[in-house]
């Protein structure tokens, strides 16, 4: 146990246990220390095929934000990809950029990262969907119409009907 004279002649321990704890986290490694990792996100969630989507990606290490494991020395870096193709690259803290989602269908969204802890990577799938038909439009009626009339081919100048039987007769004319 350490012991520290106060300024009374008595011992004063905690200060120097404090102390020394302090020391013991700072020079020790952690036994199970996690690599990096990278959230991504997209806007909108589901893009329609032809609508631009927003890819946000946040690069993470040792189980929390860039910036705090700079501070002790983590640091790092990450890639994004979209179907293979490098969308982000080389990024030590953020990215954001916008891009074409592609055919409807389910695409791959990947991220891989490293840092002072090892590299690590991931996937999700995006669902692009097809895009919502543009409605026929319905023809306007002309008002008023047009006036006219029907010209017929041909027509019946008269018919006489006799009923069947001998004493019938029929003229036409």
């Given at each position: 146990m350490l012991r520290l004279p106060g300024p009374s002649g008595r011992n004063n321990t905690w200060p120097g246990a404090a102390l020394l704890l302090f020391a013991c986290l700072l020079t020790a490694a952690p036994a199970a220390a996690q690599s990096c990792s990278?959230?991504?996100?997209?806007?909108?969630?589901?893009?329609?095929a032809g609508q631009a989507m927003t890819v946000n990606a946040t690069l993470n290490s040792n189980g929390?934000?860039?910036?705090?494991?700079?501070?002790?020395?983590g640091g790092g870096s990450a890639d994004v990809s979209y179907d293979g193709a490098t969308i982000c690259s080389s990024f030590s803290?953020?990215?954001?950029t916008t891009i074409d989602p592609g055919s409807p269908g389910l695409h791959n969204l990947s991220w891989s990262c490293s840092d002072?802890?090892?590299?690590?990577s991931g996937s999700q799938t995006v669902d692009?969907?097809?895009?919502s038909?543009?409605?026929?439009?319905?023809?306007?009626?002309?008002?008023?119409?047009?006036?006219?009339g029907i010209g017929?081919?041909?027509?019946?100048?008269?018919?006489?009907?006799?009923?069947p039987?001998?004493?019938s007769t029929v003229t036409y004319m």
């Open positions: 990278v959230d991504v996100s997209t806007n909108p969630f589901s893009p329609a929390g934000p860039i910036l705090t494991a700079r501070a002790i020395g803290d953020s990215c954001s002072s802890n090892g590299s690590n692009v969907t097809s895009p038909p543009t409605p026929t439009p319905t023809p306007t009626p002309t008002p008023g119409g047009t006036n006219g017929p081919k041909f027509v019946v100048l008269a018919v006489t009907y006799a009923p039987g001998p004493q």
